[in-house]
């Protein structure tokens, strides 16, 4: 009868499962989950009671302490010092600036300046600056088709030059030359072009 034994917590007799090992099986002394946690010893669930120098040990022991665990950077109503309070309106020194440590020849990606002058100008600032100019302008609103962003279509807007941005190049940044027009419209005026 060594493939039975009988539960520490309710008496009853159990046998040994076929995917239980003979190790596993040697040291087994509850047959479920439940009877495992019954018989364990918990202060917090109360199944055994804490004698009462223990509690009066723990009480010394805590005894002005914070229910603070740590976790949190700071403690709930303790003033920050001015000299390390953060300062409103403060700007950071690279704000809007490029790092000149990862800049230009600097960089390790760097391949001697190969980026093509349309792809600089489209990818510079002013452009970006220019384009939200020219999308505020025309309420971003498609001049063609009239669509515009709202709950459950999302359009995708763009700048269009009528007289091309390659060909013109005074004409880059010129509002009366651009308009904003959806992508599906700005596919359609370059296919027939």
Known sequence: ???????????????????????????MKYCSNPCINKGRISKFRGLRPM???RKQHLREVLKGRTTNTGKTHFKKGNKIGVKTQFKKGNITWN?????????????PNWKGGITPEHKKIRWSLKYKKFREEIFKRDNYTCQECGRKRKKGDRVILNAHHKKSFTKYK?????????????QECHKKKHSKN
């Open 1 to 27: 009868m060594a493939d039975t034994k009988q539960c520490k917590t309710c008496g009853k007799i159990f046998y040994k499962k076929v995917n239980v090992s003979r190790k596993k099986w040697a040291t």
């Open 51 to 53: 004698p009462e120098e």
């Open 95 to 107: 704000t809007g600036k490029k790092n000149p440590y990862f800049t230009g020849p600097n960089n």
């Open 170 to 182: 005074e004409l880059r940044f010129v509002k009366s030359n651009v308009i904003t027009l959806c």
